[in-house]
């Protein structure tokens, strides 16, 4: 059983580039899992995955040629019903073992162990390890059966047999060679039609030798550096590619840098097998185009690298990585010049088009398109905003901020209809604010206009001023509000009108905007803007929105750092102005950090199980019906520490709230030992639990503290 490291690689045409390195991490993983879980491979076997254009490989380390033989411990039956009452085999014992290869001589060597409450009889065997060739096998056809594939393909394939014919591949894309090497021996296995060898092919133009012969299975990235002109480690590959587009962008000068996208690197990294990167350039006159649009269109068509200077503006060259490296680049930066030329004149001409006419003149046609079949058109949907965004600007800052937030309101949607975001929608509100400028529109109302559809994604930047957050909350709670009211609910992973993103988004802008509003206002004016669009009857749909609006804040407070038990104790008392929530929240942190918290938390919860149990619903207390000198004193108590916690409450100190609360531990710990709350007299009893009543409502104004009862 020696151990060889393995190395195994699909040679395939063009992957799709966009899911290579998924690909490539998940037929290693794979595959190495297969290994390890036949005994072929140690659970510190190292993997490294190979993932290029053309090819999926995965090396391993410390692979045996044949796993180990297992001892096998097996349950055949109870031994009441494998042995008869002299203890010889029943037919049933026999027939059993015969099905195992064993006969009656195996009898005598069976176990006997406790089963349960009865005893079985186990037989005890030794399996013999896998042979490689089998194992591999068996890990190769894992591997790519669950290989993540975007969409598979059909192709036919020629038979390789007596008979002549074709047979049909089901693939990613068609596969031409397999690669199979333990150390320097060829590992005879097959897959997709192939069968296993020692050869692969390198660059397509510029590989030294073709075939390429892999010496052994450590030489496999070396070789075909060497001679196929190939870097196979897809990490390699992009280190290089961004070591050549900075050093590009260094030998431009003038404090130039390639700009920052992960996801773009990531593509051309899985487009190029040996990385050359060209700097190229476009004619000045197109910088008269926004600086956001000629980015895109050079990113997203040509998956190139624009090139911005050192204030962050864009300049007029920009970077390509090239597959190949001719002694002569002049052909290649020539073509790909002019392959962008005609791309950047088109985004020239729908900019000139486009400020042809005004956003103003623009909103009569959003009547014509439509939004939802239930909820009407843009147009009536841009009325419904306005609406909404009027009514919270006034409350925030009144008729000046009303006004400024309805005119972004009923332009925000306009650049929807121009010929620029036709062809990129992903430009939808920088283009709005461009062209607002353009029309004479303020700072306040053209930024608005931009950023309304903020934050975008988790950890996006909110809106720039306060007419774009208001602005904002109102398309996203437009959104929420109207989708819940005709019952389009996300449901499991399917949000096809990303609820989840808007609430989150809300949620964000509340908080972190610290806004005076409270949520059912909110909600009750966004319902009211829809008119009979909705059901008239609207306690369902809101308070089930609101319930999904606390309980998306929920999740993300405990991706913050904070504890289930705290934030259940914030959220429980479904606090209306979510601005207050991290206070709340650090409020119930310091609390829970006081050595008297655990016994107060407890007795809240005690006191609220009694009053659930109670009929009494009133908190009125008569001093003088008390008797026991523990009542009295936690009276006492109260007078002079609640009405300090509730001047603190006021003034937004939560957490001194909670912590001059502390002080009646001892208190309502010797009521609790020293009272009988369900006194036999009702009066006694009724003013027993209107004290708890108020000591409750004290306790638990800042959040529910019986939450942090263990």
């Not at 150390?183 to 897959?191: L, N, T």
């Not at 920009?318 to 930066?333: G, K, M, Q, Y």
Request: hydrophobic share 45%; with cysteine.
């Amino acid at each position: 059983m020696t151990a060889q490291n393995l190395l195994v690689e699909l040679f395939v045409e063009e992957l799709p580039p966009k899911a290579l390195k998924k690909l490539g991490d998940a037929f290693a993983t794979v595959l190495a899992e297969q290994l390890q879980s036949q005994g072929l491979a140690g659970a510190d076997a190292v993997v490294t995955a190979f993932a290029s254009p053309r090819r999926l490989a995965a090396h391993v380390t410390g692979v045996l040629s044949r796993a180990a033989d297992k001892a096998v411990s097996q349950k055949l039956m109870p031994v009441s019903v494998g042995l008869d009452a002299s203890g010889q085999p029943t037919p049933a014992l026999l027939k059993r073992l015969g099905a195992l290869g064993a006969d009656a001589s195996a009898v005598a060597g069976l176990k006997r162990a406790p089963d349960g409450k009865a005893e079985a009889l186990f037989y005890e065997s030794v399996a013999p390890g896998v042979e490689l060739a089998a194992g591999l096998q068996k890990a190769l056809d894992e591997s790519l059966a669950k290989l993540p594939i975007p969409k598979v393909m059909t192709y036919q394939l020629e038979t390789d047999c007596e008979l002549p014919g074709w047979t049909s591949v089901n693939f990613v894309r068609p596969a031409h060679g397999l690669v199979a090497l333990h150390g320097s021996s060829v590992v005879p296995v097959k897959a997709l039609g192939l069968s296993s060898g020692n050869t692969t092919q390198g660059h397509r133009f510029e590989a030294a030798v073709s075939p390429v012969v892999l010496k052994d299975a450590d030489s496999y990235a070396a070789t075909l550096a060497a001679d196929g002109a190939v870097i196979a480690s897809f990490a390699e590959r992009k280190a290089e590619i961004a070591r050549q587009l900075a050093a590009a962008a260094a030998k431009v000068g003038g404090g130039c840098k390639p700009i920052e996208d992960d996801a773009l690197l990531d593509e051309v990294t899985a487009l190029v097998e040996r990385p050359n990167v060209l700097v190229c350039e476009f004619e000045s006159q197109f910088l008269g185009v926004p600086q956001e649009c000629l980015i895109l269109t050079m990113k997203a068509n040509q998956k190139y690298f624009p090139l911005l200077d050192a204030a962050g503006r864009l300049t007029n060259k920009f970077l390509v990585v090239s597959n190949i490296s001719p002694t002569d680049a002049s052909a290649v930066t020539g073509g790909n010049e002019r392959v962008v030329r005609p791309r950047l004149a088109d985004a020239k001409f729908f900019f000139d088009q486009d400020r042809k006419k005004t956003l103003a003149s623009r909103v009569e046609g959003l009547g014509k398109v439509v939004y939802h079949n239930k909820l009407g058109t843009q147009g009536e949907r841009t009325e419904r905003v306005r609406a909404i965004a009027r009514a919270i600007g006034q409350q925030l800052g009144g008729d000046l901020l009303a006004t400024s937030a309805d005119t972004a309101a009923r332009l925000a949607k306009t650049d929807l209809l121009t010929d620029m975001v036709g062809e990129f929608p992903e430009l939808q509100g920088t283009m709005g604010r461009y062209y607002a400028l353009h029309d004479g529109e303020t700072e306040e109302v053209a930024s608005a206009i931009e950023d309304h559809y903020k934050p975008r994604f988790a950890g996006d930047e909110l809106p720039r001023n306060t007419t774009g957050v208001v602005v904002a909350l109102a398309d996203k709670l437009e959104t929420l509000v109207g989708m819940f009211g005709i019952g389009n609910v996300p449901t499991g992973d399917k949000d096809p009108f990303a609820l989840r993103r808007h609430a989150l988004g809300v949620i964000r802008m509340l908080i972190d905007k610290d806004l005076q509003l409270e949520l059912p206002m909110l909600l009750d004016a966004c319902y009211s803007a829809f008119g009979d669009k909705l059901p008239a009857d609207r306690a369902e749909p809101v308070e089930a929105l609101a319930g999904f609006i606390h309980d998306r804040l929920a999740g993300s407070l405990r991706e913050q750092g904070g504890t289930a038990q705290e934030v259940d104790a914030v959220l429980a008392l479904k606090p209306q102005r979510l601005g207050d929530v991290p206070k709340r929240l650090s409020a119930v942190r310091a609390f829970a950090a006081l050595p008297e918290a655990p016994a107060l938390a407890a007795a809240n919860k005690r006191i609220g199980n009694i009053l659930k149990k109670s009929e009494a619903t009133g908190a009125v207390v008569d001093a003088a019906l008390f008797v026991e000198t523990a009542e009295k004193n936690l009276f006492a108590a109260m007078q002079s520490t609640v009405p300090a916690a509730n001047a603190k409450f006021d003034a937004g100190d939560y957490t001194g709230s909670l912590q001059a609360l502390a002080a009646l531990r001892m208190p309502v710990d010797a009521f609790f030992d020293g009272v009988m709350v369900n006194a036999d007299d009702a009066a006694l009893k009724a003013n027993r639990l209107g004290l708890l009543k108020q000591l409750h409502d004290a306790m638990n104004r800042v959040a529910d503290l019986s939450r942090l009862a263990t």
